[in-house]
């Protein structure tokens, strides 16, 4: 089994990391599922959009909700979230290269979101690749009982990893 994330510092780093990462492995051929995550900025004194990308290239799904001026409350949409986890487990298959989710987070860590998805993967012997904030670490790590690995926020880095995880299969003699 193998699991890995990555935790990039700045406010939707590790978004743009992931959806550039998974945008290479497209282009490279390989069988892509699970989301990115694409903010759209907006004015300052409101929060961004948040949109999810269904891999390989399907569904844009808006999963943050407006709660109005001056609201403190999570931002995220749970049905829309359930859309993008239904999509995903709709495409998810023995053929899958690899699985992709935007962010191990709050529903994940109370078992919700795409925490049976990403279950299911690991039991078929699919890598996951995962971003995480440092909110949901804990939560994370005993969810994967020790096998995580911790990827450094970077392209090369992470491609290497999916390199070495994804069997290959062997030239014709």
């Known amino acids: 089994m193998n699991i890995a994330y990555t935790v990039a510092s700045g406010r939707g780093d590790t978004d743009l990391l992931l959806f550039r990462v998974a945008q290479k492995l497209i282009s ?36 943050s909700q407006s709660l109005g001026a001056g609201s403190r409350g999570c931002r995220l949409d749970p049905d829309a979230l359930e859309k993008a986890v239904a999509l995903v487990e709709t495409g998810l298959t023995a053929n899958t290269d690899i699985l992709i989710i935007n962010k191990f987070g709050k529903h994940e860590a109370e078992g919700r979101g795409f925490r049976n998805i990403i279950a299911t993967a690991l039991s078929e012997n699919i890598p996951v690749l995962v971003g995480l904030n ?33 069997p290959r299969p062997k030239p014709a003699s």
Do not use: Y
């Not at 440092?134 to 390199?163: R, Y």
């Open 28 to 63: 490279q051929g390989l069988k892509i599922r699970g989301t990115v995550q694409i903010n759209t900025e907006r004015e300052p004194e409101h929060p961004c959009d948040m949109d999810i990308q269904v891999l390989p290239n399907d569904s844009i799904i808006r999963i």
């Open 134 to 166: 440092s909110l949901n670490l804990s939560a994370f790590k005993n969810f994967t009982g020790g096998i995580e690995i911790e990827l450094q926020p970077e392209e090369d880095t992470i491609h290497k990893w999916v390199s070495s995880t994804i």
